[in-house]
């Protein structure tokens, strides 16, 4: 039933289709009225992207686990969306309909136990987010300029993901909470962040350690519109070998530049880590409309005790940093504005400390 704009009402018959499990009424632009109950207990995947006009979101069934919606459709759920036990993911689309945008999601979604991922994007007045279940292991917001605050997450939290595309008011609180949880982490930012202190210019650095954990940064800047999303990989070099190379992130159609940061480490199959070994990281992206203009590097180190085991030198770098180097980790002074070309005066100058740091042109694959 996709884009059938000439579509108003769905008849109540509907409920009748049991063995249901996919529904898909992405652009029934002028869809009003459905029916309330329908109790399908077969239905796992709902779609209905850009209805904007229905305010009101059926009781489809308590067992869908994909659910598409309009943000206009949160003004008035059902009640049982709290027992959606089964939910898995939730995509959450702005309206084109702009004086409907809303301002603040619900607090229901933290009741969402099965809860894995969440998207939501257009949401341009969006200003905070609330609070999610400790199972969500991937937030993505793209294009909520207004976007400020998010509440911290549990200690109990499985969130692995946290990317924020072209989301430029977000406060200190919030940056630091997005680049410093996850894995794997995006938001805007022009420069490399204090912590990271390993650095260069270009795409790829090299260093020196004896350390197999490390945790990485890269600056992507667009040349030009993006047309479309690309891949960021990175490679690592072991002593002149390949060991590493794979995608680390998915890049979505940034305007300004970002922060693109990931967890990575060697293995024991991937050669014997000597007492001084030569590491380098290259990032390399799949499109010639962005580049990775600055990278850097974080060695994590275990600090061990009778009881635990952490990474402690990582966690606690933040209490060593001066309150300049506090300011340059947490700018959040960003242009909302597409700005194409590089800013040289924000870079930094490329130190780091290896003997003579390789930095190699992009190359896109």
Not at 237 to 256: E, P
Not at 333 to 353: I, K, Q, R, T
Request: aromatic fraction near 8%.
């Amino acid at each position: 039933m996709t884009d059938c704009q000439s579509l108003e009402e769905i008849p109540s018959t509907f409920g009748n289709l049991q063995k249901l499990e996919w529904l898909e009424m992405d652009g029934c632009i002028n869809l009003q009225v459905v029916p309330t109950h329908f109790n399908l207990a077969s239905l796992e995947m709902v779609n209905m992207m850009e209805c904007s006009k229905l305010r009101k979101f059926p009781d489809f069934s308590t067992n869908t686990t994909d659910l598409t919606i309009t943000d206009t459709m949160l003004e008035e759920l059902p009640n049982s969306i709290e027992r959606w036990s089964r939910l898995e993911n939730l995509n959450i689309y702005g309206s084109l309909e702009v004086f409907t945008d809303i301002e603040k999601l619900p607090d229901w979604i933290k009741s969402l136990d099965a809860l894995n991922e969440v998207s939501i994007t257009g949401c341009p007045k969006l200003a905070s987010l609330p609070e999610f279940p400790d199972s969500l292991k991937k937030l993505v917001v793209h294009d909520c300029e207004s976007l400020e605050t998010l509440i911290s997450f549990s200690s109990e939290s499985q969130i692995r993901k946290l990317y924020f595309f072209n989301c430029f008011k977000l406060c200190r609180e919030a940056r630091r909470e997005i680049a410093e949880l996850p894995s794997l982490a995006c938001l805007p930012g022009r420069t490399v962040p204090a912590q990271f202190d390993h650095q260069a210019l270009g795409n790829s650095l090299t260093i020196r350690s004896d350390h197999k954990e490390f945790r990485v940064c890269a600056v992507v800047s667009p040349k030009q519109k993006m047309e479309e999303e690309c891949e960021l990989s990175c490679r690592i070099h072991l002593n002149g070998c390949l060991i590493v190379s794979g995608i680390v992130h998915n890049v979505y159609r940034i305007t300004t530049k970002h922060l693109f940061i990931s967890d990575c480490n060697i293995l024991e199959e991937d050669g014997c880590l000597e007492q001084d070994n030569e590491i380098s990281f290259e990032f390399i992206t799949s499109s010639e409309d962005i580049d990775v203009i600055e990278c850097g590097v974080r060695i994590l180190t275990f600090e061990t005790d009778e009881s635990e085991v952490s990474y402690g030198s990582y966690e606690s770098s933040l209490e060593e940093m001066s309150e300049d180097d506090d300011e340059n980790l947490y700018d959040n002074e960003f242009c909302a504005e597409p700005v194409y070309e590089d800013d040289d005066e924000n870079l930094f100058d490329g130190s780091n400390e290896s003997d003579e740091p390789s930095v190699k042109r992009l190359k896109t694959v």
